[in-house]
């Protein structure tokens, strides 16, 4: 018998009735290099195993819908569920009740989206070309303009750790001069370490969410708690997942 999975519960403002979190290495079957609860069915993990950690995924946290795994692209597409579910997309959007987003991460950015009525919710897979090249704010317009938007930044790579190129920062500054605040020179010349907490708030903060909370993992150093992609390379994936209760 395992243990159980240990998840990150979003902590934020918003009704009872919507849930969030991003799970954890920790709790599942998997064995080495994805050892624990690897959610990802396309990393090179055994198909048992992860069909196994999703199965208890489902149990553990009383999952109320099936989830739509999307296959995800670094793109700005977005999956507006239950009927729009197309082979590529890097977010999804829900209006009805029990109807599950997800998105599956290992440094790249998850961030979840809600009304303050939590009659909406979203969830979003920002890697940096997708960030950069705006699948926030394509999800953001799936909300209309009177709805105020309350968003929670899952774990991701930390600031002191995600090493870029030159042509990375700018390619945010193109788009956003205030990108420049977002990144600090490394010691490694021609490299910067870029934020992707600070660069989402900034894209968040344009389309009028201010209301932003998380933000305070980093998936590279915590390696006990997170699967990450740019310290391990062949490793598991973690989900982020939001929905609203009946």
Not at 4 to 33: C, D, L, M, N, Y
Not at 129 to 136: E, K, N
Request: glycine letters at 8%; proline letters at 5%.
């Amino acid at each position: 018998m395992t243990a159980k999975a240990k998840v990150i519960e979003a902590s934020w403002p918003v009704p009872k009735h919507v849930r969030a979190f991003t799970t954890t290495r920790q709790g599942g079957v998997s064995e080495q290099p994805y050892s624990g609860f690897n959610l990802g069915a396309h990393v090179g993990d055994s198909a048992d195993f992860v069909a196994k950690n999703r199965a208890k995924l489902v149990e553990q946290f009383s999952i109320p819908n099936p989830i739509v795994w999307l296959n995800q692209t670094h793109s700005t597409s977005v999956a507006v569920l239950p009927n729009d579910i197309p082979h590529e997309a890097d977010a999804s959007v829900a209006s009805s009740p029990v109807q599950v987003c997800a998105v599956l991460t290992a440094d790249c950015l998850p961030v979840v989206l809600t009304n303050v009525s939590g009659t909406r919710v979203a969830v979003v897979h920002a890697g940096w070309r997708g960030l950069c090249q705006g699948v926030i704010e394509e999800t953001l317009s799936q909300f209309s303009q009177e709805e105020q938007v309350i968003a929670w930044l899952g774990p991701a790579i930390g600031p002191n750790a995600f090493e870029v190129g030159e042509e990375v920062r700018v390619a945010f500054i193109q788009k956003m001069q205030s990108a420049e605040r977002a990144f600090k020179p490394s010691i490694n010349a021609g490299k910067w370490f870029g934020n992707l907490y600070e660069l989402a708030k900034q894209r968040l903060n344009t389309c009028g969410v201010f209301d932003v909370y998380g933000g305070d993992h980093c998936t590279f150093s915590e390696e006990d708690l997170f699967y990450s992609y740019r310290r391990d390379g062949v490793t598991g994936r973690m989900a982020t997942l939001v929905w609203m209760e009946r």
